[in-house]
């Protein structure tokens, strides 16, 4: 069945370092790609998505580019700030899937200043 | 409020007890979504509404879980005689009906089983 692998945290960068949180998926179909994100105490959040190949999604500094070729989402952003702790997720949604979300384990990020 | 509202926030309930969670989507959303977020398992979904279809209960790890949603809103999780392995984050997430739509999650129900 359609799987989501991404890498394990905990991950601990110093501010305005570079993130890269690697997210490989297995799929039948066309699924469309989403990272969502948790803040410490909050609910989840979409953070961006790419619904087909070579989209890129984007939001506040993060990016991550739909690869079929490599069957990748690897979420990166240029310079992290301390708000970003949080605990990232990446999902998909597979064509024939209806709507649910087949979510990655989740990486933990820590910021220091 | 605009966001999907879920209640209780936490329950803690002894083994063997039933339970019911409870979720208030975005107004206007046709599909409505409930997934389980635990140590071991991460982030698992449960069950699926959209619209008047026959729901996707896939997800659902055993006969003792159900849920329905009434009048396409409101839904209702209930988990009977209740183990110390239910015990987890609730989540729910609700979107508009086009497969496309990103879902809009509520902040949980923590249930902890004694």
């Known amino acids: 069945g359609d799987s989501v692998t991404q890498m394990e945290g905990p991950v601990t960068l110093s501010e305005e370092a570079f993130l890269t949180i690697n997210c490989t998926y297995t799929?039948?179909?066309?699924?469309?790609l989403f990272w969502y994100v948790q803040y410490p105490g909050e609910g989840l959040q979409l953070l961006l998505k790419a619904t087909k190949a070579d989209d890129k999604g984007s939001n506040k500094g993060f990016e991550a580019t739909y690869r079929k070729e490599t069957t990748s989402f690897h979420l990166e952003k240029g310079s992290v700030q301390v708000s970003d702790s949080a605990v990232y997720f990446c999902a998909l949604r597979g064509g024939n899937q209806g709507g649910k979300l087949i979510f990655g384990q989740g990486t933990e990020l820590s910021v220091k200043p | 409020g605009a966001g999907v509202s879920q209640s209780p926030s936490n329950k803690v309930t002894e083994k063997g007890k039933d339970v019911e969670l409870r979720c208030d989507p975005i107004s206007g959303h046709t599909a409505l979504y409930w997934y389980r977020q635990s140590l071991g398992q991460g982030l698992e979904f449960l069950i699926y509404f959209q619209g008047n279809s026959a729901p996707d209960k896939s997800g659902l790890p055993s006969d003792r879980f159900s849920a329905e949603r009434t009048g396409g809103s409101v839904s209702t999780l209930t988990i009977q005689r209740t183990q110390q392995e239910d015990s987890a984050v609730y989540l729910c997430?609700?979107?508009?009906?086009?497969?496309?739509?990103?879902?809009?999650f509520g902040d949980g129900t923590r249930l902890s089983i004694l």
């Open positions: 799929a039948t179909g066309y699924p469309s």
């Open positions: 997430a609700s979107s508009l009906g086009q497969v496309n739509q990103p879902q809009h």
